[in-house]
């Protein structure tokens, strides 16, 4: 069976708490789950190239989540790419999407060398890319925005990212059987975060996961997540 190698290029929260950048993986150096404008220095600093980044799954439009979609296409411009490139998001992805590029850097995609193809996601959908095959579930965030859980599974295994949420239906329906957890944890005191008794429970509903906890405040942890991984800036983990 195939390896699941997660590659974190941020693990901090909108404020960058204790320096870190903000929250983003890749899974496999080939899919990214969540774009924030900390990108491009994270992936230098790791040893990767932009153009070996196939898809770009985003979870909600928050900047530290969304807002390093103009410098991914910038790099391409300018780093030659010419591997086509698929932006799965929440409904308007394409049209935010373009917004967003058109205020960062007019005119970086015009004459591109490559397609650029937008995938809205909605609560149960299901798509697939290749390899990899992506559920995603609505989960419970901020009123303003719909916001997304994601399972992406490659060769029977699977790999389940939290995004931004609280305790939900959501999120407690997609994580049963993952090999793999990537949750949030924003401890306590933020109604629109887990934390870290949400994410106890959780896991308790991904019973034999690997859990990794990202997106942190820089909190100390009641229990100092016990059983648990705690992501750093490029840290790698292969399981």
Known sequence: MSKLDLLFLGSGNAFAAQ???????????????????????????????????????????????????????????????????????????????????????????????YTRRYVEVRDGSRDTLGELSLAAVRVKHVNELESFAFRAEIDGRSVVYSGDTTLCDGLLRIVPGADVLVTECSCDNVAVHLSHRDVEEVVRHAAGAKVIVTHLDGRDHPTNFAGMTVAEDLARFSF
């Not at 900390?38 to 770009?56: C, F, H, K, M, P």
């Open 19 to 113: 320096g870190r950048a903000f929250s983003s993986f890749l899974l496999n150096e080939r899919y990214l789950f969540d774009c924030g404008p900390t990108l491009l220095q994270q992936l230098v600093r790791a040893g990767v190239s932009s153009n070996d980044i196939e898809a770009v799954f985003i979870t909600h439009f928050h900047a530290d989540h969304f807002f390093g979609l103009p410098f991914l296409f910038l790099d391409a411009k300018y780093g030659g790419r010419t591997k086509d490139l698929t932006i799965f998001g929440p409904p308007a992805i394409e049209a935010k999407a373009r917004s967003l590029i058109e205020i960062g850097f007019p005119g970086v995609v015009d004459a591109a060398n």
